[in-house]
């Protein structure tokens, strides 16, 4: 992936997705991205411009701060063992984007509870560990 593709990207799903989660919060809509390139590229933030989005970076190496990381590796995981159970080697992307939806509406409400409420102890970890990695 590089900017260009990114800021197609962007334009092509970012309003979508941002109106589906509602109207913006304190006149803003969000963005976190993970400080990768193709993300921080001149094309890429003229796109989020576009589409009213205001990017927060996330530190590099900080993913014990960032619980929507955990997530993402819950999902990644179970669409693992859905390729491999199913015997998926090809699919569209819209048959890929509805596994996704599928994945995300099946996440127990308690996973995501649990993650949020870990925020707490995983600060107070990066704290004590003096800003090296924890066990999150």
Do not use: W
């Amino acid at each position: 992936m590089d900017g260009p593709f990114f800021a197609q990207f962007i334009k092509e799903h970012f309003r979508i997705a941002f109106a589906r989660a509602g109207p913006k919060q304190k006149g803003r809509r969000l963005f976190i991205m993970d400080n990768d390139p193709c993300q921080t590229s001149k094309v890429a933030m003229k796109a989020l411009e576009d589409v009213e989005a205001e990017m927060h970076a996330i530190p590099p190496c900080s993913p014990d701060l960032n619980p929507i990381e955990n997530m993402f590796h819950l999902v990644k995981n179970d669409l693992q063992r859905q390729a491999i159970c199913e015997n998926i080697t090809a699919e569209s992307f819209s048959e890929f984007e509805k596994r996704i939806l599928n994945t995300l509406d099946k996440t127990s409400v308690d996973v995501i509870d649990r993650t949020i409420d870990s925020m707490f102890g995983r600060i107070n970890a990066v704290i004590k560990s003096k800003g090296f990695r924890i066990k999150y």
